[in-house]
Structure formats: C-alpha cells, structure tokens
C-alpha cells in the first residue's frame, strides 16, 4: 500500500520506479509464485502467470490491478493514503479496496498452496494489469497473449461486487454480490466556439452560456429506465429480506418490472443508477481569467451505458437533447456494455455462489449489473463467462471510500477474502469433467 502506483494517461507522467518497486515487492513477499509459474511480462508492468494444473481443459483466469487513481491531497484523509497504516483493525490506504487487496489475496492463495505443493485441476492463469485505472492496453494484450497460445477460458473472474453491507434499505444481511455484466463506458467531449472578447461587453449566447445550456438540458432528460434480467433476479433474491411492506413488489420482479424501476428510481441516485445509463457532467474549461469572454468552451461526459443502450444510442440522445447544432460532440472513449454472462443453473456461476455460500454463510448471494467497469471487459471476447466479485466484506462508507478519501480494509476481512480464493481454487477439483 505504500508504493504508489498511479496511472496516468499520459504516459510521461507515470512514476515508472514506483510500479518497478512493487513488482520487485511482490517477487520478495511471493517468491514460490514466481519460481514455480509461468510469467509473462505484458505492457510495461502487467503480469500474467500460468499455473499449470492436472488437465488443460477449462482453464480459469484469476484478475486483479496493480494502479489506483490519484490522491485529491486536500482530501480529509485520516490516515496518510500511502501510508500503510494499521489502525483499530483495518489497513489504510489507496488501493486496499481497488484493487490491490484483490491482487495481494490471491497471491497470497496461491503461495499458501504451493507450499502444499497443490496442483490445481485445471489450469489457472493470473493476470494483473497496470493500467486498468485509465482504461489501457495491458488487459487487452494480455487477451491477445491467452489468443495466442489457444486458451479458451472456462470462467474469468475480476473485481466487481462484494460482500455488501447495509448495500439495500431495509435488508439486513450482506448481499453478495457477483456481476455478470457491466455497464459500458464512454466519454464525449462538448465544445461550443464564439468570437469571445472583453467580459465588459458580454454577448449573449456565448460559449459558456451554449455549454451550461446543455448541461442543463440533458440533467433534466435521463435516460429511460428499465430492468436487466440480473436486476429482477437480485430483488427476487432480497425479497424474503426486505421490509414486509416491499416483498410483494420485490418478490414478483418479473411481473412487475415497471412498478419496481419507478420505486428504484424514487429511492435514490445509487438504486437509479441500476436502472438506467447515466450520464454525468465531469469536466468544464472556459476563459483563462475572470475579465475574458471564453473564445472556446468545453464540458466532458462521461456516461455508463445499461445492457440493452448502446454507444449510437446514447450520442444521438445527447445530439437530441442539447438541441443546439453549434456545439461539436467529440467521442473520447467508446464502450459497449459487456455480454451478459450466464448464471441460471450455470456451473461456473454455482462454483462462485455456493464458495462464498460456504466463506460467508449470511450473506445473500445474486447477480447484478455492474455500474463501474473494470479490465474483465476485455476478455469476453474469449470468454462467455466474465464475472466481477471481491471476496471481502464492505461497508456503506468503505465502498464510498473507493476512488474518494479513507480507503480501507477490516484486516480479519481481508484475511477472509484469501482464504475465499483458496477455496474457490481448491474447489475446481470438485467439478465435474466437461462432456
């Protein structure tokens, strides 16, 4: 947690020396990993191991990322971001939630059997990028590296969902979440151009002006709402849990979708969130100074697009929602929504459920959609089962804390979530052999 591994999309920014430390770290504190896999070095700093199990057949991919996103140093920080610190029982710092825990615990799943001199069933492969934080190329040129050499994943799991605490008004056991797709996420750019000028004699209509227009108008036309099947099933699973008064809605999910969206979208911009693509005003730039009409004014979007939308879609909503021709739409990032991978009576999805059924007893277990992306996306092209889940218990304000101030893991937690890969590796002997 010390070493801090920032990424950045300008290459020349990048603290290369940080990223060779932890490497070099992780080689210290693994060193049977590294002598007894298979590495590939991918990018600058990612790595793919391979672990070769009893038979080749299915193979397993096991992710996580090395970089975390800056620091705001005028974050209220109460204990140093990099600093490591272990305080009432949790570890402190960037990146203990996202995502090095993920790396460190299955690093440390793995030492701990090879020092049983385990061989895993099937073949298992780790992959861990170093630039998943700014959507870089490490994830896709290890996909290529797995194309290459013909390995065809039975399931891949990343980060994603966890095991949620207090994630569901009213619902008072965990919620153990596994994503089975994820929004996609694409970026634009809006510019609005004028002759600028003196602000002692502003004009109307100017750039500025045409730009808060439009964010004004697309903060007052959502997107339409809906329910993805994973959505339905989730609440169909929290129904015995919720307040007496929301189990019949909850409960027939199905039957009455659109009943249950419009009651997700009252209950707050986090439920909202699963029911629709959002789109967020992120960045603004204008005038170099107070006394100056800007000649050039732009606002970046970033936008998370539902399963069922789609990038065309979106851009033609926000073309026909700003209403204003003169402002040029740039697409910075472009990402569909990934597949949607199985889960009903599926084997691989059951091997995840029924390990943290196993590892953490009170949680209710479900697919979701996820609203964040993560480098997974990039192996459905190989793989039809993508799934995102982080074995570690969470709170309300740790899962606040990620990308924001106060980052932090329960060390017994984080314990846990090692214990939960190992398991689920161990668990790939119990599965039967493909027909």
Not at 169 to 191: C, D, H, Q, R, Y
């Amino acid at each position: 947690m010390r070493i801090a591994t920032v990424s950045d999309r300008d290459p020349a920014q990048v603290d290369r020396a940080a990223f060779d430390d932890l490497l070099a770290e992780l080689e210290r504190q693994f060193p049977l990993l590294h002598d007894r896999l298979e590495l590939t070095r991918v990018a600058t700093h990612g790595l793919l191991f391979h672990w070769s199990g009893r038979a080749q057949e299915r193979p397993v991919v096991l992710m996580g990322h090395l970089d975390v996103v800056p620091v705001d140093d005028t974050a209220p920080w109460r204990h140093p971001a990099f600093g490591g610190d272990i305080v009432d029982g949790e570890l402190w710092g960037r990146g203990t939630l996202d995502d090095k825990g993920c790396v460190v615990g299955i690093c440390e799943a793995v030492e701990r059997l090879l020092e049983q001199d385990f061989t895993p069933a099937q073949d298992v492969w780790l992959s861990f990028g170093c630039d998943e934080e700014v959507s870089g190329g490490a994830a896709r040129m290890a996909v290529e590296e797995l194309e290459r050499r013909g390995v065809r994943p039975w399931f891949v799991l990343d980060e994603g969902g966890a095991v949620a605490h207090g994630a569901f008004p009213g619902v008072k056991p965990p919620v153990a979440v596994i994503g089975v797709t994820e929004k996609g996420v694409t970026s634009l750019l809006l510019t609005a151009q004028g002759r600028g000028g003196h602000a002692s004699t502003p004009a109307r209509n100017g750039p500025t002006a045409r730009i808060a227009r439009a964010i004004n108008r697309l903060e007052k036309a959502p997107f339409p709402s809906s329910l993805p099947a994973p959505t339905r099933e989730l609440m169909t699973r929290l129904a015995p849990h919720a307040p007496v008064a929301l189990r019949p809605l909850m409960g027939n999910a199905e039957r009455l979708a659109p009943l249950l969206t419009r009651a997700l979208v009252a209950a707050g911009p986090e439920s909202a969130a699963m029911t629709r693509t959002t789109l967020a005003a992120t960045t603004l730039s204008g005038s170099p100074a107070l006394n100056v009409i800007a000649s050039r004014a732009t606002a970046g979007l970033n936008l998370r697009i539902l399963v069922g939308d789609s990038v065309d879609g979106v851009i033609a909503h926000v073309r026909k929602t700003i209403r204003d021709k003169t402002i040029d739409i740039e697409v910075v990032e472009a990402n569909e929504p990934s597949p949607l991978s199985p889960y009903d009576g599926d084997e691989a999805f059951d091997l995840l459920a029924a390990t943290i059924a196993a590892d953490f007893p009170d949680a209710v277990v479900s697919p979701y959609v996820m609203m964040a992306a993560t480098d997974s996306r990039f192996f459905t092209g190989i793989c039809e089962r993508v799934y995102r889940f982080a074995p570690f218990r969470m709170s309300k304000a740790q899962r606040e804390a990620i990308h924001s101030y106060d980052e932090r893991i329960g060390v017994d937690d984080f314990v846990a979530g090692v214990d939960w890969y190992q398991h689920l590796i161990e668990g790939l002997d119990h599965r039967t052999e493909p027909a």
